[in-house]
């Protein structure tokens, strides 16, 4: 089967440090991905990780441990403009993603 | 360069009438799929795409049917609606999603609000 989990909502304080977690367990698995979704927006890619390791992008970095089955994106120096949702989504090496619930984040003043 | 577009942004259907949701890309990308959103449950697969002539079933097909006769069209039929698929409605292509080397992130279009009433 496929399953994934990730923490309904989060709140963080803007210039802090929010790290979002994610779990699965899918019957392949050719990488991870992490979307950003505004409310009443499309999602948007953000991160794309396939080895073991930590992938920087800016404020926003994605890391991934296969043998664990485990992933989270880190978010720094978090702006208002970071309030979404958070989407992980793995590519199961079946010609079809499958998306965790995704996680809302809210940056306060 | 217009991405995925999908029409139209928002439609409201009486129970057991039948529509079709467009969907198009422009980056000439083999894969496209059809998602609903719903709250709480993310992003749900209806059925989806690897090229032309190929279509297959996700995780909540039923209801639902799809055709892939061009690579930039990839429109859902929603045969006789039904209240239970008030819904937000997502379109997405990507490059491919059956490499063998690498995987390839989606491009997501607006979405279609739908409501059965």
């Known amino acids: 089967g496929q399953n994934i989990d990730q923490p309904t909502e989060m709140t963080a304080t803007e210039g802090a440090i929010v790290q979002i977690n994610c779990t699965y367990q899918t019957s392949g698995f050719n990488g991870l991905f992490w979307y950003q979704q505004h409310a009443g927006e499309a999602p948007t890619f953000l991160s794309y990780?396939?080895?073991?390791g930590l992938e920087e992008k800016g404020r926003f970095s994605s890391f991934l441990s296969r043998s664990k089955g485990y992933s989270y994106l880190l978010l720094k120096e978090l702006q208002m403009k970071d309030s979404a949702s958070y989407l992980c989504?793995?590519?199961?090496?079946?010609?079809?993603?499958?998306f965790g619930p995704g996680t809302r984040l809210s940056v306060l003043p | 360069n217009a991405g995925v577009t999908q029409t139209p942004k928002f439609q409201v259907l009486k129970t057991g009438q039948s529509m079709t949701l467009q969907c198009a890309q422009d980056?000439?990308?083999?894969?496209m799929s059809w998602y609903r959103q719903d709250p709480g449950m993310g992003l749900r697969l209806i059925h989806y795409?690897?090229?032309?002539?190929?279509?297959d079933q996700g995780e909540v097909p039923n209801g639902y049917n799809v055709s892939r006769s061009t690579t930039e069209d990839f429109p859902l039929r929603l045969l006789s609606a039904a209240p239970s698929q008030t819904s937000v409605y997502f379109c997405?292509?990507?490059?491919?999603?059956?490499?063998?080397?690498?995987?390839?992130?989606?491009?997501f279009g607006p979405g279609t609000r739908l409501t059965v009433t």
């Open positions: 990780n396939v080895l073991d």
């Open positions: 795409s690897v090229g032309a002539g190929i279509t």
């Open positions: 997405a292509s990507s490059y491919s999603a059956t490499g063998a080397i690498s995987s390839y992130e989606q491009y």
């Open positions: 989504a793995v590519d199961n090496y079946g010609q079809n993603f499958v």
């Open positions: 980056m000439n990308h083999e894969y």
